[in-house]
């Protein structure tokens, strides 16, 4: 080849929508999963507390949320 030209670059490859779909509801296990194991914890917290409503286990799951929300924002965003 001269030294004026290039090869073509290779096409980038686009991701599979399988790959895609995987991706996203291991996302969403993984949020409800969080969301569920924090509320369980607060739960268990807020009993043995002997609390009458159940402030530890709002917390933990508002926290778990929050937490979750920005993980995906994240991901999304790489």
């Given amino acids: 080849m001269e030294s004026g030209q290039h ?3 290779p096409e980038p490859k686009k991701p ?3 790959n895609a779909y995987l991706r996203y509801s291991g996302l969403a296990l993984q949020l409800l999963l969080t969301i ?10 807020d ?3 002997r609390l009458s409503f ?4 709002l917390l933990f799951g508002v ?5 979750m929300l920005y993980q995906v924002y994240r ?3 790489s």
Avoid: D, I, R, T
Avoid at 36 to 45: C, E, I, S, T
Avoid at 54 to 57: A, D, K
């Fill in 16 to 18: 599979s929508p399988f």
């Fill in 54 to 57: 159940p402030v530890f286990m």
């Fill in 75 to 77: 991901s999304l965003n």
């Fill in 7 to 9: 090869e073509p670059s």
């Fill in 36 to 45: 569920g194991v924090f509320g369980w914890l607060g739960y268990k917290l």
């Fill in 47 to 49: 009993s043995y507390l």
């Fill in 63 to 67: 926290l778990a949320l929050a937490g």
